[in-house]
């Protein structure tokens, strides 16, 4: 993970505040990472493991103010999961929740899927039960505790995630090393007796496995172990549950009939061979090549040409989720029922409409962060004013992939700053020397770049 590793500490050092999805964290790997990073870098975290580590790692539980930067590890501070980060904190996550990358710009994402393709990390095993009837998970049955009991000689020193507080009790009562909330498991070989729920809660659990396994007596790995159901965890489209992490207390011990478990199947879970992927190229949301929508900048509104069979138009001063994401049975046009026109793979197109509004907002964001008078200032040199006080100058300013061209033309006492790409202009007089005209010049272009730009 050495080249990961550095990887994301180049982002950390130049982004202000955001988030990096990175499966298979570990001690070695922040041991790793904040040897590369310089000691301003503070990690927040509450786990035990890394807290008693502070030989090693500048730890905190919390934010401590000053000019320090901040690494924050969400393992244990799941409530961070639903706030903006403070603009000096990076937070680096296995899964994230969806109001966490809403809340928070996503620095880059690394889905487990290209990790064990590319080797670093381990696949694991998953051996999967059926059982002959579902019970509740909030409370106790003597029965499902003799069966996970008959499954754990089968699979010894094994941990197992029991429902509730009562079947646990009763697991460790016979020596076996039972939990109930997920941030207890810290073994890579996990009995999964309790049904998860949520996406987060099963990333969090299936980022344990690395070159592990999971014994599954519930549906969890039918329900969510899918590689596309996957992707899209990791870009935190789903919500997160405290409950579905820490599972249920109860006292009560009830009984029931004709329980059985089932051996299902057993398979490791690889990698595909091909992913079709997202980009925005030019404004353009393309995904697998194939063009979903358009998106472009005009008169300080995000503009989105959705292509349907019938193309659609969304005009906005931000970017909508429901652009990206409306239903089929809405009946409005979305990259979602763009994509579906085509693939008919709800998954898929789930993942790519997601992955495509990401992209999508952080872009434009990034268009905001821009100082605009900064890009006029640096396109408007010395030689660009005479060559305008003489005659006419062309110049471009760019904002990432965007491009505004000027043209600087002479008009008697003044020089008429005409945007070409918008169809603006305006006329500036020309000052008594070369410097003042330049600031001018500059203010006249900023002036016409701010009512364009976000």
């Not at 070159?211 to 039918?222: A, I, R, S």
């Not at 026109?341 to 509004?357: G, Q």
């Amino acid at each position: 993970m050495k080249k990961i590793v550095r990887e994301v500490s180049s982002i950390i050092r130049k982004a202000n505040s955001g988030v990096i999805v990175l499966p298979g964290l570990s001690f070695d790997v922040w041991y790793q990472l904040f040897k590369e990073l310089d000691e301003d870098f503070i990690l927040v975290t509450r786990d035990p493991e890394l807290e008693l580590a502070k030989g090693s790692l500048r730890v905190s539980r919390d934010f401590v103010g000053g000019s320090k930067k901040y690494v924050v590890d969400l393992s244990y501070l799941l409530e961070i999961g639903h706030f903006r980060l403070p603009r000096n904190a990076a937070c680096i996550v296995e899964a994230p929740s969806r109001s966490l990358v809403l809340r928070n710009k996503l620095l880059r994402v690394y889905h487990s899927e290209d990790l064990i393709r590319e080797k670093y990390l381990p696949s694991f095993k998953v051996i999967r039960y059926s059982s002959s009837r579902r019970l509740p998970q909030s409370r106790a049955f003597k029965e499902r505790v003799e069966k996970v009991k008959e499954i754990y000689e089968r699979f010894s020193g094994f941990t197992v995630v029991a429902p509730n507080s009562k079947e646990r009790d009763m697991l460790r009562d016979y020596g076996i090393k039972a939990v109930t909330d997920l941030r207890e498991v810290k073994d890579n070989r996990v009995i999964l007796s309790r049904e998860i729920t949520t996406m987060p809660a099963y990333l969090y659990l299936r980022n344990k496995l690395w070159g592990g396994v999971l014994v599954d007596l519930t549906n969890t790995t039918m329900l969510y172990e899918e590689w596309e159901k996957v992707r899209l965890g990791e870009l935190g489209f789903y919500k997160l549950s405290q409950r579905d992490f820490k599972g249920y207390d109860t006292e009560q011990l009830n009984s029931v009939k004709g329980f059985s478990l089932k051996l299902e199947e057993e398979f490791n879970v690889t990698p595909r061979r091909d992913v079709t992927k997202v980009k925005l190229i030019g404004g353009k949301v393309l995904a697998g090549g194939r063009e979903l929508g358009e998106l472009y900048i005009m008169k300080k509104r995000v503009n989105l040409n959705v292509k349907c069979k019938e193309e659609t138009l969304y005009s906005s001063a931000q970017l909508s989720l429901g652009y990206f994401l409306f239903s089929q049975s809405s009946g409005r046009c979305s990259v979602f029922t763009a994509c579906m026109e085509v693939e008919k793979n709800r998954d898929l197109c789930l993942r790519m409409s997601f992955e495509a509004f990401l992209l999508s907002r952080d872009y434009v964001e990034a268009l905001k962060e821009i100082d605009l008078k900064k890009a006029a200032s640096s396109v408007v040199s010395i030689k660009v004013v005479k060559g305008a006080t003489r005659g006419k100058e062309t110049v471009e300013v760019k904002l990432l992939d965007l491009s505004y061209v000027f043209e600087l033309s002479r008009e008697d006492i003044y020089i008429k700053v005409l945007c070409v790409t918008c169809n603006k202009g305006l006329r500036v007089r020309i000052r008594g020397d070369i410097e003042s005209t330049r600031r001018v010049l500059v203010d006249a272009i900023y002036g016409i770049l701010k009512t364009e730009v976000p």
